[in-house]
């Protein structure tokens, strides 16, 4: 079974600053892919990156990176220029090659000050 | 990406009445769709897959009675909260993978209330 733990309840920072949200997860799975999604108040599960495990490379999308570290089984997300409208929930979720079934962390709450 | 639509949105029940989510896949074929519950200031956490054209597999703890899953088509599943409790107020949410089978897409999500 996969585990995916995110340490941080809450975080905020001011708008326009850099924030990093962390997340650690275990698995015995070689081949899976590796998600952060937003959810802000309407509740709708917003799909902000994705990582497939076999690529080295971190992922990039617009203000959005990540930091994989396959060995140390992190994935951390890095938000640059926040935006307020970056303020939302934010899950980590795990996914088995072949299979769409999504394990969450817990989530972080991220808030953005003006 | 793919397009999944939850419906309803809202619902507010009668306790000991049933209510049914619909879920759909709009311009794909899913064999396969997932439901997840929310709880406030929770995670989701999958309650059950469901597969088409045979029985859903419920998760530990899921009681199969009470939450019925029904796959008939490739294009929609429903969940069916029956006899329904204070307690299974909360937030019912559907995916499915798309054709690459690389990741999920969500429907809207329905919030349950049961007064």
């Known amino acids: 079974a996969q585990t995916v733990t995110q340490s941080q309840p809450e975080m905020s920072v001011q708008e326009a600053e850099t924030v990093t949200l962390s997340c650690t997860y275990d698995?015995?799975?070689?081949?899976?892919?590796l998600f952060w999604y937003k959810q802000p108040p309407s509740r709708q599960m917003i799909l902000v990156i994705r990582?497939?495990?076999?690529?080295?490379q971190n992922a990039t999308e617009n203000r959005f990176s990540v930091n994989f570290q396959k060995a140390a089984k992190s994935f951390s997300l890095k938000i640059s220029d926040s935006q307020l409208g970056d303020t939302a929930m934010y899950f980590c979720a795990f996914m088995k090659h072949g299979n769409e079934k999504l394990t969450f962390g817990t989530g972080t709450r991220l808030t953005i000050i003006p | 990406g793919a397009v999944v639509s939850q419906h309803p949105s809202r619902v507010i029940c009668k306790s000991g009445t049933s209510v049914k989510i619909e879920c759909r896949s709009l311009?794909?074929?899913?064999?396969?769709m997932f439901w997840y519950r929310q709880f406030p200031k929770q995670s989701l956490m999958l309650m059950a897959t469901?597969?088409?054209?045979?029985?859903?597999?419920?998760e530990q703890g899921v009681e199969k009675d009470k939450f019925l899953i029904n796959h008939a088509s490739l294009t929609l599943s429903t969940l069916t909260v029956t006899s329904a409790h204070p307690e299974d107020s909360s937030f019912y949410i559907c995916s499915a993978g798309g054709q690459k089978n690389t990741e999920a897409f969500f429907g809207q999500g329905t919030r349950l209330t049961v007064v």
């Open positions: 698995t015995s799975e070689n081949n899976y892919y």
């Open positions: 311009d794909f074929q899913a064999t396969t």
């Open positions: 469901s597969n088409e054209g045979s029985k859903a597999t419920y």
């Open positions: 990582q497939e495990a076999y690529k080295q």
